[in-house]
């Protein structure tokens, strides 16, 4: 039974429980005793008073369950707090004891999460702090679960570590993941199916799309939507959908409520039932958005060719012959609301004009241009040529490079015992940016060896502000500054330097430079623009050394299974200023983490060993990395992972996980080289060859690579060098590689 003491510091915000059980409907008026404050009031009133689990108290708790609806505002609100504390203690004191005790845990958890970060976790919060300490100290004394994200704001706002061995998270298992499809198939079907490319082309026709999901329909009738965004999340919003609501602080719940999916499930099921009450409710939510979205007075203009309108997710578009044009995020569809034998409803006929204004506003208030009207059914793409039913055949080439855009893959073959890298020299772009110019991926031996940590959520959190920034990418951060393209409007379309690229069957080179300023990024601001420093400058070359018989057909000796040397990559960073203080270099390598699909945590950190010397990833069975400086001495190496304040080591998919970032650090005047090689070792293999430095300084940086199969010696010269001459080997042009085995070969990238 929860101790008293527990709860103690909730009797400020409970009341006298009502002796009646809760009303079906929640009433609109909101002082009234069972609206959103009363209700959660009550709930806290009946735990304080020592109640047992009863239907007293599982009433209370599945009232506060149904009707949440402040509880997804963007600001916070006393009403959500009381809501999400109160439904939480009744998950744990139900717990066993009702079959939704576990649901009402989770969620009132989720949105006591929800309403601190609105707050900013903020220890002089004392409401905040009272709700969130008695839920976590009542789920200690029941030892049962609690969420990962309420133990993270716990540390963050006592300042103390606790262990997180019965911490959960929200994810969706990849055994449940076939239920949440909108087509719901069996588990073992969805490899073939996303394999079958076809069904990337037959999704296009509304007339493939033509199965409703009669129960969700069904639902939508009564207002209980449910959106798949970045989250799965059903809501009762009432007699109204507010089409502003946003969920978790999460602006891309907006767009997916505002997507409108559940409208064209409701003019399939009319099309399939005939049953006019889909069509109905179908009016009143495309009317309801009309009403709260209302169209600006704009000029009318005329169709433009193959633009579309796309109200940043708006399910209610133009209207199209036979239906509805519905712009969204996956492209503009037809709702087909006639069928045969199907005529429109009053309500439905009284929308078409107004689908046929000059343009759609979104729910967050912008005009778009109108859509060019498509008849129903448009023909599938063509499948590419060569394609055998089912598979598509591979490039041509395996290296390619898109120079408009500054993204570049290295790559020797095609299939999962290939190896590739991917380098990002592009802008910083219009939308869903990161501070992550230079940054690559790493993938060799059946696995990603260096990754990106993605992102999860855009709700205001410390770790989505990390995911954003540079300390989440594989980049080179400056004084605990990192980059800030956020405060030069140009970065949007374009991208100060110049990048290279060289694409040879024996190797690839690939350059770029990062010249747009580094500025402190704390959360939960962005830094201020007066502190860009504008005078530090980056440039990162890599070369890919590919296995040997890479690019070649088996017939000319490719056969890279049997390589007695895998490809690796050489790395080179230099770091110049307009000063000659010393300054603090921090080169980051996000290692990727295991995934375990199907495990309570599908992303697992794996182990690593670090040291000045050598980075060497260790699991058994899978392919390894061993990352090797250059330059060991003076060099400060530390691995992180799960920390918060400031975050450091995460991963975003499938959730928010511990992952390894791996840190070299050194303090050193400009200009200054950070140089390493990234060699893969295949599953078994613990081998990898040892790096001597040769010559570093802002015009040349050389090294010797040597082990079992590899004598490499490697120059990189910066324009102007000239011809150079290190250890015997020659270099007029941009870079070059001798190797002495097998066999005695010069590898040369030409000045550019």
């Given at each position: 039974?929860?101790?008293?003491?527990?709860?103690?510091?909730?009797?400020?915000?409970?009341?006298?429980?009502?002796?009646?059980?809760?009303?079906?409907?929640?009433?609109?008026?909101?002082?009234?005793?069972?609206?959103?404050?009363?209700?959660?009031?009550?709930?806290?009133?009946?735990?304080?008073?020592?109640?047992?689990?009863?239907?007293?108290?599982?009433?209370?708790?599945?009232?506060?369950?149904?009707?949440?609806?402040?509880?997804?505002?963007?600001?916070?609100?006393?009403?959500?707090?009381?809501?999400?504390?109160?439904?939480?203690?009744?998950?744990?004191?139900?717990?066993?004891?009702?079959?939704?005790?576990?649901?009402?845990?989770?969620?009132?958890?989720?949105?006591?999460?929800?309403?601190?970060?609105?707050?900013?976790?903020?220890?002089?919060?004392?409401?905040?702090?009272?709700?969130?300490?008695?839920?976590?100290?009542?789920?200690?004394?029941?030892?049962?679960?609690?969420?990962?994200?309420?133990?993270?704001?716990?540390?963050?706002?006592?300042?103390?570590?606790?262990?997180?061995?019965?911490?959960?998270?929200?994810?969706?298992?990849?055994?449940?993941?076939?239920?949440?499809?909108?087509?719901?198939?069996?588990?073992?079907?969805?490899?073939?199916?996303?394999?079958?490319?076809?069904?990337?082309?037959?999704?296009?026709?509304?007339?493939?799309?033509?199965?409703?999901?009669?129960?969700?329909?069904?639902?939508?009738?009564?207002?209980?939507?449910?959106?798949?965004?970045?989250?799965?999340?059903?809501?009762?919003?009432?007699?109204?959908?507010?089409w502003h609501a946003q969920f978790f602080a999460d602006i891309e719940s907006t767009v997916s409520l505002n997507?409108?999916?559940?409208?064209?499930?409701?003019?399939?099921?009319?099309?399939?039932?005939?049953?006019?009450?889909?069509?109905?409710?179908?009016?009143?939510?495309?009317?309801?958005?009309?009403?709260?979205?209302?169209?600006?007075?704009?000029?009318?203009?005329?169709?433009?060719?193959?633009?579309?309108?796309?109200?940043?997710?708006?399910?209610?578009?133009?209207?199209?012959?036979?239906?509805?044009?519905?712009?969204?995020?996956?492209?503009?569809?037809?709702?087909?609301?006639?069928?045969?034998?199907?005529?429109?409803?009053?309500?439905?006929?009284?929308?078409?004009?107004?689908?046929?204004?000059?343009?759609?506003?979104?729910?967050?208030?912008?005009?778009?241009?109108?859509?060019?009207?498509?008849?129903?059914?448009?023909?599938?793409?063509?499948?590419?040529?060569?394609?055998?039913?089912?598979?598509?055949?591979?490039?041509?080439?395996?290296?390619?490079?898109?120079?408009?855009?500054?993204?570049?893959?290295?790559?020797?073959?095609?299939?999962?015992?290939?190896?590739?890298?991917?380098?990002?020299?592009?802008?910083?772009?219009?939308?869903?940016?990161?501070?992550?110019?230079?940054?690559?991926?790493?993938?060799?031996?059946?696995?990603?060896?260096?990754?990106?940590?993605?992102?999860?959520?855009?709700?205001?959190?410390?770790?989505?502000?990390?995911?954003?920034?540079?300390?989440?990418?594989?980049?080179?951060?400056?004084?605990?500054?990192?980059?800030?393209?956020?405060?030069?409007?140009?970065?949007?379309?374009?991208?100060?330097?110049?990048?290279?690229?060289?694409?040879?069957?024996?190797?690839?080179?690939?350059?770029?430079?990062?010249?747009?300023?580094?500025?402190?990024?704390?959360?939960?601001?962005?830094?201020?623009?007066?502190?860009?420093?504008?005078?530090?400058?980056?440039?990162?070359?890599?070369?890919?050394?590919?296995?040997?018989?890479?690019?070649?057909?088996?017939?000319?000796?490719?056969?890279?299974?049997?390589?007695?040397?895998?490809?690796?990559?050489?790395?080179?960073?230099?770091?110049?200023?307009?000063?000659?203080?010393?300054?603090?270099?921090?080169?980051?390598?996000?290692?990727?983490?295991?995934?375990?699909?199907?495990?309570?945590?599908?992303?697992?950190?794996?182990?690593?060993?670090?040291?000045?010397?050598?980075?060497?990833?260790?699991?058994?069975?899978?392919?390894?990395?061993?990352?090797?400086?250059?330059?060991?001495?003076?060099?400060?190496?530390?691995?992180?992972?799960?920390?918060?304040?400031?975050?450091?080591?995460?991963?975003?998919?499938?959730?928010?996980?511990?992952?390894?970032?791996?840190?070299?650090?050194?303090?050193?005047?400009?200009?200054?080289?950070?140089?390493?090689?990234?060699?893969?070792?295949?599953?078994?293999?613990?081998?990898?060859?040892?790096?001597?430095?040769?010559?570093?300084?802002?015009?040349?940086?050389?090294?010797?690579?040597?082990?079992?199969?590899?004598?490499?010696?490697?120059?990189?010269?910066?324009?102007?060098?000239?011809?150079?001459?290190?250890?015997?080997?020659?270099?007029?042009?941009?870079?070059?590689?001798?190797?002495?085995?097998?066999?005695?070969?010069?590898?040369?990238?030409?000045?550019?």
């Amino acid at each position: 039974m929860i101790l008293s003491r527990s709860l103690e510091a909730l009797r400020a915000y409970g009341r006298e429980p009502s002796p009646e059980l809760p009303p079906e409907i929640m009433p609109w008026d909101s002082t009234a005793d069972w609206a959103w404050l009363g209700a959660a009031k009550h709930a806290l009133g009946l735990l304080l008073a020592g109640e047992t689990p009863s239907p007293r108290l599982f009433a209370a708790a599945d009232y506060l369950l149904t009707f949440p609806l402040v509880a997804f505002r963007s600001s916070p609100s006393e009403e959500a707090l009381l809501n999400a504390t109160a439904l939480a203690l009744c998950g744990y004191l139900c717990d066993g004891q009702h079959p939704e005790a576990s649901l009402w845990r989770l969620t009132g958890c989720a949105r006591l999460a929800n309403e601190a970060h609105l707050r900013r976790a903020a220890l002089e919060d004392r409401m905040l702090a009272d709700c969130l300490l008695a839920v976590c100290r009542v789920a200690d004394e029941l030892d049962l679960p609690i969420l990962a994200d309420l133990l993270t704001l716990r540390e963050r706002m006592w300042g103390r570590l606790l262990d997180h061995g019965r911490a959960e998270r929200l994810h969706v298992p990849e055994a449940e993941y076939p239920q949440h499809m909108r087509a719901p198939i069996p588990a073992g079907q969805i490899g073939a199916q996303m394999r079958d490319r076809a069904w990337q082309y037959r999704t296009q026709s509304p007339d493939e799309t033509l199965t409703a999901d009669l129960a969700d329909a069904d639902a939508t009738c009564r207002n209980l939507i449910t959106l798949r965004a970045h989250m799965l999340v059903r809501h009762q919003f009432g007699s109204d959908v507010d089409w502003h609501a946003q969920f978790f602080a999460d602006i891309e719940s907006t767009v997916s409520l505002n997507f409108q999916p559940f409208i064209r499930n409701l003019a399939t099921a009319y099309h399939e039932t005939g049953d006019p009450k889909y069509a109905e409710h179908a009016a009143r939510l495309m009317w309801s958005w009309y009403r709260q979205c209302p169209e600006p007075r704009l000029p009318r203009v005329p169709d433009a060719g193959d633009h579309r309108g796309r109200a940043d997710g708006a399910g209610a578009g133009r209207r199209a012959a036979g239906g509805f044009r519905a712009a969204g995020r996956e492209g503009a569809r037809d709702v087909p609301l006639r069928g045969p034998a199907r005529p429109h409803p009053a309500d439905v006929q009284r929308l078409q004009p107004a689908a046929d204004r000059p343009g759609a506003l979104s729910a967050r208030g912008r005009a778009d241009v109108p859509a060019r009207r498509f008849p129903l059914g448009r023909q599938p793409r063509p499948a590419r040529p060569g394609a055998g039913p089912g598979e598509g055949a591979a490039p041509d080439h395996a290296s390619h490079a898109w120079p408009a855009a500054g993204y570049y893959v290295m790559r020797d073959q095609w299939g999962p015992d290939g190896q590739f890298l991917f380098f990002d020299g592009a802008a910083w772009g219009a939308s869903h940016q990161h501070e992550d110019k230079l940054t690559f991926t790493l993938y060799a031996g059946g696995r990603l060896l260096i990754g990106d940590p993605n992102i999860y959520s855009y709700s205001p959190t410390e770790l989505t502000h990390y995911f954003k920034a540079s300390r989440s990418h594989n980049v080179v951060m400056v004084d605990g500054r990192g980059q800030a393209r956020r405060f030069r409007p140009e970065s949007h379309l374009s991208t100060l330097g110049r990048n290279e690229w060289v694409s040879q069957p024996e190797f690839d080179f690939v350059s770029s430079e990062y010249l747009e300023g580094f500025a402190a990024d704390p959360f939960p601001g962005r830094g201020d623009a007066s502190e860009v420093d504008m005078g530090i400058r980056h440039r990162r070359a890599i070369l890919y050394v590919k296995p040997i018989g890479a690019g070649l057909e088996p017939a000319q000796g490719g056969d890279r299974k049997g390589s007695p040397l895998p490809g690796y990559w050489i790395l080179c960073d230099l770091l110049t200023s307009q000063d000659a203080e010393p300054h603090t270099l921090e080169q980051i390598f996000h290692l990727a983490p295991i995934e375990q699909p199907g495990a309570a945590e599908p992303l697992r950190p794996g182990e690593v060993a670090v040291s000045p010397a050598t980075i060497v990833t260790h699991e058994p069975g899978l392919g390894n990395l061993a990352l090797l400086p250059v330059d060991p001495t003076g060099l400060d190496v530390r691995a992180q992972k799960g920390e918060t304040s400031p975050a450091v080591g995460w991963y975003g998919v499938y959730g928010e996980f511990p992952a390894w970032d791996v840190t070299l650090q050194r303090r050193t005047p400009l200009p200054a080289r950070l140089d390493a090689v990234h060699f893969p070792l295949r599953p078994g293999e613990t081998a990898y060859p040892t790096v001597t430095r040769l010559r570093a300084d802002a015009q040349v940086t050389a090294f010797r690579i040597q082990g079992a199969g590899v004598d490499d010696t490697f120059i990189l010269c910066e324009e102007g060098a000239g011809p150079v001459t290190v250890a015997g080997v020659t270099c007029a042009g941009r870079a070059v590689l001798a190797r002495r085995q097998p066999k005695l070969q010069v590898l040369t990238v030409e000045a550019l």
